[in-house]
């Protein structure tokens, strides 16, 4: 017997499944081994083909008795094609590391199968508004449903329903998240109402921990029963996967349900190769087994809003789900007028007066500053030499603490220069500031106050997820971070809100930054008016006080910035009214990036399905790799860019990029 396999080693450029044989009947998913040169890989089978006229290798071992599911095995073949990614590396990236490690399979355990029954002290309440959404999705055309609820509506009771109805139907359920510090709230949330049904996987775990999770729930589809070659998932026991985007690899043979909380997040996109959208993906696997997949936040993607309208599958819920629920107290402080920072250049008069009075009512106040660091620039006033990484040639950020210099992209690290490199001068300068430096301005200040910075540079001991619980219970009394303190927290302590420079991600030479900004913007307010204070207050520190973004944000008037941002994409034929894609082009030196993406642009530019941009330098140009230069091609067919890459996957090709930095 014959069959088609797919190497889990990229063998050549654009190498797809290869031929072998097996004296075994093996059926499409099975985990095999196989020989591929002069070493042995992991390869997945695809098919039985007819005899081969050619000499093929044999089939080494078969690893697993039970194979893939048929939905995983389908998303292995559209992630290859929808982003032009080599198949060896996409099924590299389904599966998890370290499974031809020695003693990797284990023996199936015997486990009794139960139906399930909801957790004894499970009670899941929905309020008037929460029942009218729920009932919507389970009626909406299509697939994938879109629930746009406001912060503090309940989206999360809506996916405890959801959940429960599916796990009575016997179907497991993948519920995403963004990133792993965000899971201890909803996991939390998750547990009290369903158990032992719940199953993680996350980057925090060990290699190992992530391959036994992975392996167990595979030999979980072993107790499946086969009727007439017809598969009857009701032995199987259900599960909820809970985990950022890889968890949609977790191997679910009675997969019933699909939920991405937070589905704005940029952390659903792999940015390394093989590029791909976790949304995307999770809806291509409801539509193959027509299960539904719902996506749910406050501040759906202008592309995603209006797939969602044009295909009546948008559900909003614009209701708090407490009554009690109060709208923050929210005013805006322009930066520009400086005589309303007398006492510091960072923080308003304002903002700190709203924060000594937090701290005397024993609440908390975070400070919102989307920049790690203490000054982005360092210059010699002189000359006006910049120091830059000598890896990246981006400017090396201050981190006053150890009193370093540190390239955010690559890591390198070097010491403050006493003098000018260039010139001599001693006069040192550094411009800008970013969260180390409001830390110590605020310790300053408010030097009885309990403060914790939470961005990029924390350790693992002082990370958000480690100390939540001081977090939720008040133990901190101001927060300060980027980012990780927008999403998702619920914190009934918090009654004060700083943005230090709310327009600072619309000078962002991307045409996602007004998006960007609004999505931030909207999730760090969010934080407060949740109906655990009677008052809470948002300083909001900007230049740019009239900007639509800015205004419509401190609104939470999704309905007025989507309006904004769609008239300004059609106008540009941006998504979601055309398709874009960017090719990368890397080499050691600038002489051969520059000849070989000007070979490639005077092709593409012969093609009259496409808008081709010029040549120009990646956002980050020179990294350790060494040039990168880069082409955007936009149209009205996503088939045309398709085609007309295809011949490039040497490069680095991505299709629907959320960015162009």
Not at 80 to 91: F, G, I, K, R, T
Not at 450 to 478: C, M, P, Q, W
Not at 511 to 528: C, M, N, P, S, W
Not at 562 to 567: E, I, R
Request: hydrophobic share 35%; aromatic share 8%.
């Amino acid at each position: 017997m014959f069959f088609e396999v797919i190497p889990t080693a990229v063998y050549r450029s654009g190498g797809g499944a290869l031929t072998y044989r097996s004296d075994q009947p093996l059926l499409p998913g099975h985990l095999v081994l196989i020989p591929l040169g002069k070493r042995s890989v992991l390869g997945i089978v695809l098919k039985r083909v007819k005899k081969a006229d050619f000499p093929t290798k044999p089939i080494t071992k078969l690893l697993h008795p039970q194979p893939l599911p048929h939905h995983l095995l389908k998303s292995i073949l559209w992630l290859s094609d929808y982003y032009l990614s080599p198949l060896p590396s996409v099924a590299n990236l389904v599966l998890p590391a370290g499974l031809l490690s020695r003693n990797a399979f284990k023996a199936i355990p015997s486990r009794e199968s139960k139906e399930y029954l909801p957790h004894t002290s499970s009670h899941i309440a929905l309020n008037t508004h929460q029942k009218s959404a729920l009932k919507a999705l389970e009626n909406a055309p299509g697939t994938t449903r879109l629930l746009q609820g406001v912060t503090g509506s309940g989206k999360t009771n809506i996916y405890l329903k959801l959940t429960e109805k599916a796990l009575k139907r016997q179907k497991s359920v993948i519920l995403l998240v963004p990133e792993i510090a965000l899971t201890s709230q909803l996991v939390q949330i998750f547990k009290q109402t369903f158990g032992d049904r719940i199953v993680l996987m996350h980057s925090n775990q060990t290699l190992v921990e992530r391959r036994n999770t992975w392996l167990n729930i595979l030999d979980e589809g072993m107790r499946e029963r086969r009727v007439e070659n017809q598969k009857d998932s009701s032995s199987q026991r259900p599960l909820i996967v809970i985990g950022p985007r890889s968890a949609l690899f977790a191997p679910l043979s009675n997969l019933g349900l699909i939920i991405i909380d937070e589905a704005h997040e940029s952390a659903y996109y792999q940015e390394n190769t093989p590029h791909y959208s976790a949304p995307r993906l999770a809806s291509f696997i409801a539509k193959t087994l027509d299960i539904p997949c719902i996506e749910g936040t406050a501040t759906p993607s202008i592309v995603d809003y209006h797939l969602a309208k044009t295909h009546h599958s948008l559900i909003t819920l614009d209701q708090k789900a407490k009554s009690t629920a109060l709208d923050p107290k929210i005013q805006i402080v322009d930066l520009k007028n400086r005589p309303d920072f007398s006492k510091n250049r960072y923080f308003s008069d304002l903002l700190l007066t709203k924060i000594d009075k937090t701290i005397k009512a024993k609440h908390q106040t975070l400070i919102f500053h989307n920049r790690r660091g203490s000054a982005p620039l360092t210059l010699c006033e002189e000359c006006g030499w910049q120091a830059l990484c000598p890896e990246c040639y981006l400017p090396m950020v201050l981190h006053a603490d150890g009193y370093l210099l540190t390239c955010h992209v690559c890591g390198h690290e070097e010491k403050v220069p006493s003098s000018c490199p260039n010139c001599g001068h001693p006069g040192i300068v550094h411009k800008g500031f970013g969260t180390k430096l409001l830390e110590s301005e605020l310790k300053r200040f408010f030097p009885k106050a309990k403060i914790a910075r939470f961005d990029g540079d924390n350790e693992k001991s002082s990370s958000l997820a480690h100390l939540y619980s001081d977090v939720k219970t008040g133990k901190i009394d101001i927060l300060i971070g980027t980012q990780t303190l927008a999403r998702g927290l619920d914190l009934p302590l918090l009654a004060t809100i700083g943005i230090v420079q709310a327009d600072s991600g619309l000078s962002l030479p991307d045409f996602a930054a007004e998006e960007r900004t609004f999505e931030l913007l909207t999730q760090v307010i969010g934080r407060v008016g949740r109906g655990h204070l009677n008052q809470a207050d948002v300083v909001v520190q900007t230049y740019q006080p009239d900007h639509p973004v800015i205004k419509s944000a401190i609104h939470s008037d999704f309905a007025a910035f989507s309006d904004y941002l769609l008239k300004r994409r059609r106008a540009a034929n941006l998504p979601p009214f055309s398709y874009i894609a960017k090719l990368a082009v890397t080499y050691k030196t600038e002489k051969s990036t520059l000849k070989n993406i000007q070979s490639i642009y005077k092709t593409l530019i012969q093609n009259q399905k496409l808008h081709v941009s010029v040549a120009m330098p990646a956002f980050h140009e020179r990294t350790t790799r060494g040039y990168t230069w880069q082409i955007v091609l936009k149209s009205s067919s996503r088939e045309a860019i398709r085609e007309a890459l295809s011949p490039y996957t040497k490069f680095q090709i991505e299709l629907d990029p959320p960015s162009l930095l």
